[in-house]
Each structure stands twice: as C-alpha cells, then as structure tokens.
C-alpha cells in the first residue's frame, strides 16, 4: 500500500510507482514475503525526462522489474568518476524507459516531432495545442487524438506537466525568484502558476522551495 498524490493505491506485482518532486509519499507491506526496487533522479533532466515517455504521477503496468538494471545502477552509484556518472544515468534512462515501454507507443513521427518542439520550446507562453497543430498542417482536433493515442495524454496536459516538472527543478534553486521561475517556463500568469504547483505537491511555490531547501539543510548537517 502507498499513498499517490493524496490517495492510498495498492502496487501490485509487475507495477511501478512514479512521483514528481515535492509529493509526499510513503508506503507499508501487508505481508512480510516481498521486496521491490526504487531509484531516484536529480538534476537538469529529472524533470524533463519522465515527460519525454509520457508518463504523469500514477501506478503503471510495467512488467518484471529489470534487476540487472538496478544492479548495476547500484554498482556505480558509490563511484565517482565522470565515466561511472554516465553509466549509472543511461542505466537510470534504460529503467525508466522499461517502466514506461508498456505505457506508451510513439511511432507516430507527427507526434514524435510534435514533443521535440514541446522541448525545445515550452518556456514559450505562446506554444499550445493549436499552434502546435497549425504548425503541423492538422486539424486540432485530429492531432489531439494521435497524440492521445501514442502517448497516453493530451498534448495540453503533456506540455502542462513538461513545464510542470521543469518549475519544480528551478523552484530548489534559491537565487530564482517564483515570477521568475513561471515565466522561464511559459506560465504568464503568477496565481495560476501558484495554483497548479499547490495542486501537484500540496505546498504554495515558496512553501515547496523552503521544504526542499530544509531538507537539503539536514542532509547536509548529517554527512
């Protein structure tokens, strides 16, 4: 049992978690005979990545869990070096990857365009669904389904979430301050921005930057 985004969810065999920054989160076994395999990302592309495949916070199909993955990923993360950092991220990609390979199908070259300009170009206020599909010479309405269809959600919720992630990997930051941060990552409005971060993480943009920068503080006090 584990609570997702304010419920409790049951994960089940072959199932996979996955949370965003800033949610609470935590879990209890109602049995003693079972284990399961969690990493972590941070980083420039943590809140990036999991949009790339598609993925929003839920509980996934993902199938056997890939324990030589996590081995290694093991392996290298007591390592230092530049090359063991490399490793260990494209063994962290090629987890997430599998996790999301039953969730997603994006063989739609449309589409597959339509999110690389999605992340090239989010921090514009003015790319949204119709833009994206006037661009693209199709009907709104169409291109809303072939996304939906390859990818599992809408392109606005897709690029809600991408400048989602993004905000909250520029919210750790101290030196940015929240207007800031909104408008570097499309949102021109300051109170709907401050309503989307409170529905995803429970906290108010600047209540989410001093939770994390306290929880940094303590790790810090006891290293």
């Known amino acids: 049992m584990l609570e997702l985004a304010g419920k409790e969810r049951v994960l089940k065999s072959g199932q996979a978690a996955l949370y965003f920054p800033g949610m609470r989160h935590f879990w209890h076994a109602d049995r003693d005979d ?11 592309f943590a809140g990036s990545m999991p949009a790339a495949f598609g993925l929003d916070a839920a509980v996934y199909d993902a199938g056997s869990p890939p ?4 081995g290694e990923l093991l392996g290298l993360a007591g390592q230092t070096t530049r090359q063991s950092e490399l490793r260990a991220c494209a063994a962290a990609f090629a987890i997430l990857a599998r996790a999301a390979g039953s969730h997603a199908n994006q063989e739609d070259e ?10 090239a170009q989010f921090n514009r206020p ?3 669904v119709k833009t994206l599909a006037a661009e693209f010479g199709v009907r709104r309405a169409a291109f809303t389904d072939r996304f939906n269809a390859a990818m599992g959600m809408t392109p606005g919720a897709y690029l809600e979430r991408l400048r989602l992630q993004n905000a909250l990997s520029l919210l750790k930051q101290r030196r940015l301050a929240v207007a800031e941060v909104a408008l570097r990552c499309g ?6 921005f401050s309503r989307v971060i409170r529905r ?4 108010s943009p600047l209540e989410f930057r001093k939770h994390y920068l306290s929880g940094r503080a303590g790790k810090t006090n006891r290293a």
């Open 110 to 119: 449309l589409v597959n365009a339509a999110v690389r300009r999605m992340h």
């Open 126 to 128: 003015a790319l949204n």
């Open 187 to 192: 949102f021109t409005d300051a109170n709907y």
């Open 200 to 203: 995803t993480t429970g906290r």
């Open 34 to 44: 079972w284990e399961f395999y969690w990493m972590t990302m941070d980083g420039a």
């Open 67 to 70: 324990v030589e993955l996590f």
